[in-house]
């Protein structure tokens, strides 16, 4: 999933200052499932800004809506009918959802109430890994289903590096060395020779170093 | 000047809490006026929003029990 955290309550505050009704609209996908952008959030981070607005002089208005996606225009549209005398939107949608959104109601400002950090999975409650670089041109049959992209440290392909000691990067004790990872788990497969399989040389294109990427599958289009 | 007096929200469990209220009631015991009590069916059913809520419409503090 998407994986995102919520600012900080005063960078928010900071950015709707000047406004004095607003709309928190949140994503009820991947932000949800994290606990940082889905209905729930909205209602805490409304709450949270009427609070501290509403014992000063500036006070505000704030809406609350959340949408199953921000990221696809049927669900955006939903809140198109409530935006009346709406200054200003707070998305805690990831920042696909964010722009999508303020793309569609192009005449409001948009303030992002989320960071988007990572596409990553949960290993336990209350814990986030990033584990997909989204690089365009997935390896993981030949490293043993673990990502160097994104779990190595310095994305490379030929590992592990003189960083590596017994099994742990040289970032410090709690990340593990995905090419050790690599290596033991080929090894428990008996399928060391992946290894070799694999190209020294990524080709980036089909990551951010190609531009902005583009998926066009005309079977799906109208 | 009458001295401060916070608004207090008590959200009271069902089995526990709240049942020693009524049973403090039931004893002619007394506790302030400023003290609201909410019954929950559980404080497990206790939610973030309930006490921002709380706050927003002018508690001072909010006591869970349970």
């Given at each position: 999933m998407i994986v995102g955290e919520q600012k900080p309550i005063d960078e928010i505050l900071g950015m709707v200052e000047q406004y004095k009704k607003i709309m928190v609209v949140g994503c009820g996908t991947c932000v949800a499932i994290c606990y940082a952008g889905g209905e729930k959030e909205v209602g805490v981070l409304s709450s949270m800004i009427r609070l501290a607005r509403n014992q000063t002089d500036n006070k505000i208005e704030v809406e609350e809506r959340t949408?199953?996606?921000?990221?696809?225009?049927?669900?955006?549209?939903?809140?198109?009918?409530?935006?009346?005398?709406?200054?200003?939107?707070?998305?805690?949608?990831?920042?696909?959802?964010?722009?999508?959104?303020a793309e569609i109601f192009e005449n409001i400002p948009m303030f992002p109430g989320l960071n988007t950090t990572f596409i990553g999975y949960v290993p336990e409650q209350g814990v986030w890994k990033e584990n997909c670089g989204s690089c365009g041109n997935c390896v993981l049959g030949y490293?043993?289903?673990?990502?160097?992209?994104?779990?190595?440290?310095?994305?490379?392909?030929?590992?592990?590096?003189?960083?590596?000691?017994?099994?742990?990067?040289?970032?410090?004790?709690?990340?593990?060395?995905?090419?050790?990872?690599?290596?033991?788990r080929l090894k428990k497969q008996g399928r060391l020779d992946m290894i070799e399989k694999l190209s020294l040389y990524k080709d980036w294109k089909t990551a951010r170093d190609g531009g902005p990427r583009v998926i066009t599958r005309e079977d799906m289009q109208r | 000047m009458a001295e401060y007096q916070p608004e207090i929200l008590a959200l009271c469990c069902n089995y526990c809490a709240f049942a020693a209220a009524d049973l403090a009631g039931s004893m002619r015991l007394t506790y302030p006026s400023n003290v609201k009590v909410v019954r929950l069916n559980c404080t497990g059913k206790l939610d973030i929003l309930y006490i921002m809520r709380a706050f927003e419409k002018g508690a001072d503090g909010v006591f869970v029990a349970g």
């Open positions: 949408v199953l996606r921000q990221c696809e225009e049927e669900y955006v549209r939903l809140i198109e009918n409530d935006l009346d005398g709406i200054e200003a939107i707070v998305s805690i949608a990831c920042g696909a959802g964010i722009q999508f959104t490293t043993g289903g673990i990502c160097p992209v994104a779990r190595c440290s310095k994305s490379i392909f030929n590992g592990p590096c003189g960083g590596s000691q017994d099994g742990v990067c040289e970032l410090g004790k709690d990340v593990p060395c995905a090419w050790a990872e690599i290596y033991e | -």
